[in-house]
């Protein structure tokens, strides 16, 4: 059954430093989304992204963040100059066209220290 | 979207059928019912959804009032691997700027040896 993978499953980062997060979503889908979620917290909305551009955004997902599909199956989330308060575990979602179940990927945890 | 409440936490025995419960007093007529699960802080994982008729597919079984203001996910034979937190949600269609999964913080349920 095809699945989203992400990489890396963990990341551990100083404050300030950039990271790429990774993600393959289901081959043939063609929204992309980011979730995150805080230890201990509700899982959080960050963006969607459809046809190269972004077409829904959460008030968190501000000028630090942003989202690219370089090619063809990757789709990444990159965080400029990380803050602590961006540790958290990091979900994509992708769903394919004319369906509307999103599928999700097995996270990568990010530790800022 | 709708609000959905769900008890924080249930328990069931193992091999009993769980009955998760929801309610969703506010829905519109066009939105629909899914749950997803989180199992410890893996990805939330699709279970099913439904509009007004009732499902099932090899995982679950949703009921759906005919009033549509609440729901019941029902498990048929619960096994440990179902201990997760259950998390009920309503979403309308995707369409540009209605793409997000709002998650509460679900029902905790713990299958019981």
């Known amino acids: 059954e095809p699945e989203v993978t992400q990489t890396p499953s963990h990341q551990v980062t100083q404050m300030g430093q950039e990271v790429i997060l990774r993600c393959v979503p289901i081959?043939?889908?063609?929204?992309f989304y980011w979730y995150r979620q805080i230890l201990g917290q509700k899982v959080e909305f960050l963006v969607s992204?459809?046809?190269?551009?972004?077409?829904?955004k959460s008030e968190i997902f501000d000028d630090q963040f942003s989202v690219e599909r370089p090619d063809g199956s990757n789709f990444t989330l990159k965080i400029r100059s990380t803050k602590l308060e961006d540790s958290a575990m990091y979900f994509c979602?992708?769903?394919?066209?004319?369906?509307?179940?999103?599928?999700f990927g097995p996270g990568t945890r990010l530790l800022v220290l | 979207d709708a609000k959905t409440t769900q008890p924080p936490s249930m328990d069931c025995a193992e091999g009993r059928a769980a009955n998760l419960p929801c309610n969703h007093s506010?829905?519109?007529?066009?939105?629909?019912v899914y749950w997803y699960r989180q199992i410890h802080s893996q990805g939330p994982q699709y279970i099913i959804h439904?509009?007004?008729n009732n499902e099932t597919n090899e995982m679950a079984s949703l009921i759906i009032t005919e009033d549509r203001k609440s729901s019941t996910l029902i498990l048929p034979h619960a096994t440990l691997r179902d201990t997760a937190v259950y998390y009920c949600?309503?979403?309308?269609?995707?369409?540009?700027?209605?793409?997000?999964?709002?998650f509460g913080t679900g029902t905790r349920l713990t299958i019981i040896p």
């Open positions: 979602a992708s769903r394919g066209l004319h369906q509307e179940t999103q599928y």
């Open positions: 081959s043939n889908h063609l929204y």
């Open positions: 992204f459809y046809n190269n551009e972004i077409s829904e």
């Open positions: 506010t829905i519109s007529g066009n939105e629909y």
């Open positions: 439904g509009l007004k």
């Open positions: 949600i309503v979403r309308g269609l995707s369409n540009f700027g209605n793409e997000k999964l709002t």
